[in-house]
């Protein structure tokens, strides 16, 4: 049998009363006097549509309800009511209401989702010319400016910035990325090249000869890039298009993508065409042409087909738009793709 020394035993028992003093019973969740029965979780309204309200008040008299919306405040006295939310934007959004009643007040959060009013417009191609593609280059981004073809390829140990004569698919110029880094989605603005990466959190800035100007960071993946009317609009996977500051790379706005049977996610490269936004949906073969205004999908085009004129060889998915605004062009491609397609877009109910 072991012998314990009493300094041991003094030890053992201060110790187990000091651990005695430190549990401390969870004290019980408060429950709430008032209770939202509508809108209820997750509830789904049109853009315009107005929302009924209606507050339950358990033994306690209301004196007020008050109601944020979209910056928007609104009073009410009565526990139903209706709002309006005129914002033209659709998604997800979080309004504030607030319970006033015998000197007190409870707070609530109800999410409301909006919706598009009507499902997108139907829309198919005619393949208008047919140019060589590299299958090497895993399409991220796709730009064209002064007549020239600019790409971001991705995989690490390969991607790469590349110039191209479009009609010949001959590379002019290159700029390989260090083998760490995977290459995304390409924009350009104000004469400079901005470059994502997948998961490193790194934009790459570079000027017209390739030369490396600057490195933004940001948080999450990075998937595709465009410019907007000054800013940069980046997608990471999700249904949201984030609005960029192109000084600071800090996000100041965000878009939220919805058709009318709820959010569209896995939006992936994208490019602005006659002031509206065509985006790559991650392996679907279809792009949708996005409002930027109200985040609402306007059109889907169906490009199904378009795989079957590169059948044969190792390929991926459609991935690439390029919009050359001086002749009216618009050029799509995919990943690892032998050529590079100028299409026409029009209604599928168009004879």
Known sequence: MSKFSPLFILLVIFGCGDQKERT???SPRIKKETKIISPQKGQKFKLGETISFEIQ??????DS?????NDKSETHKQLTFEAAYDSPRVGVFRTKVTVFFNGKKETHYPKVTFLPTEAPQEYTYEIINTYSHDTNDYTQ?????????????????RSTLEKKNIKTGETLAQFNLPNEFFGEGLALLNDQFYQLTYT???????NKAFEKENTFSYEGEGWGLCTYEGKLLMTNGSEKILVRNPETFSVVDELQVYDTNGKVTYLNELEIIDGLIYVNVYQKNYILVVDPNSGAVLRKINLEGLLEEVKGGKIDVLNGI??????????VTGKLWPKLFELKFKPKNES
Do not use: H, Q, W
Request: hydrophobic fraction near 35%.
């Open 24 to 26: 401390t019973p969870s």
């Open 57 to 62: 008040a358990e033994n306690v008299k209301v």
């Open 65 to 69: 309800v008050s109601i944020e919306m």
């Open 141 to 157: 981004g796709l730009l064209i400016d002064n007549g020239f073809l600019f790409e971001s390829s991705g995989r690490k140990g």
């Open 200 to 206: 490193s959190g790194a934009c790459f800035v570079y």
């Open 322 to 331: 390029a919009y050359d605004p001086e002749n009216d062009k618009t050029f």
